[in-house]
């Protein structure tokens, strides 16, 4: 059982920037694709970010393209968000997601974070 767990969340001013982290608890975690989501208060999680094991295959919605980026260490196990130029439209709990087989990690992911709250003030 594959465990994620975000972290670096927090409060920022608009046109700020944050990076989020994402640790797995597996060591064969470099194996698996990741994915960046979010979901804000009275809305759907959407996809952020998704990069594959071998980062081959990187993709960013169109909303975060240019400002945010995707990356991963797999000698750390961890994977990245690094926001810049951040919007209040930003603000949303961002969840961690890893899919052993889907390239481009989508919402039918099998594993997920608890999730790290970005709040973007304007």
């Known amino acids: 059982q594959v465990q994620l767990a975000e972290s670096g969340g927090g409060l920022v001013q608009a046109g700020g920037s944050l990076r989020l982290s994402c640790s797995a608890s597996?060591?064969?975690?470099?194996?698996?694709?990741m994915g960046w989501f979010r979901q804000a208060v009275g809305k759907e999680r959407e996809f952020v970010g998704s990069i594959s094991w071998g980062q081959r295959h990187i993709r960013h919605a169109d909303s975060v393209k240019g400002r945010f980026a995707i990356s991963r260490d797999n000698a750390r196990n961890t994977v990245y968000l690094q926001m810049n130029s951040l919007k209040p439209e930003d603000t949303a709990v961002y969840y961690c997601a890893a899919d052993p087989i889907s390239l481009i990690v989508t919402s039918d992911a099998p594993y997920w974070g608890q999730g790290t709250q970005v709040t973007v003030s304007s």
């Open positions: 597996e060591r064969t975690s470099s194996m698996l694709n």
